[in-house]
């Protein structure tokens, strides 16, 4: 009830799902770093202080809380933020209290660009630009990106791939699990 929806919701029934990730949790980095940083400004200001300001150090210290709280925020949308990847269509949800859909159809992609910093490299990330025709879509930036080489791959071959084998393959695979008695997802 309160939980934001499943991105596989708002899912066709005629999609398949290709891909589904999180941003990497690089992209919490700077975040950490800074909330660390000022609760260690805060209690060491705090101490500093001789015992005649304790109101000072309360308001010190419910800063830091403060301070906590909004990275905890910060953690819960990245945790509720996810690519989906379909056949038909990128989507991301976003949101902890007000869910926002980013739709984008795959037909629209007309280039497809993967950047890699030298931390991006090291820690396993990148950003992916996806062109479309003269226009500037919704989800034309996805920065944080998990695995950019393999989700370039895979993109690529949903758009410019020969579609008859990619729909030969997924009745394929749909068959199997069938066979196996499972419920296909995607």
Known sequence: MFAPRDPDEYLLDTERRVIRVRRHWASL???AFEAIALIA???MVSYLLPPSMWVVQNVLWYAALLVVL???YIVMEWWVERLVVTDKRFIMTTGVWTTKVLMMPISKVTDLTYQRSFWGRMLGYGTMVVESAGQIQALNNISYLPKPEEFYDTISELVFGDKQKQAERFSMIK???AARGKRMVG
Request: charged residues 25%; positive net charge; without cysteine.
């Open 70 to 72: 909004r990275f905890t």
């Open 175 to 177: 068959a199997q699990r």
């Open 29 to 31: 980095a700077w975040d």
């Open 41 to 43: 400004i805060f209690v």
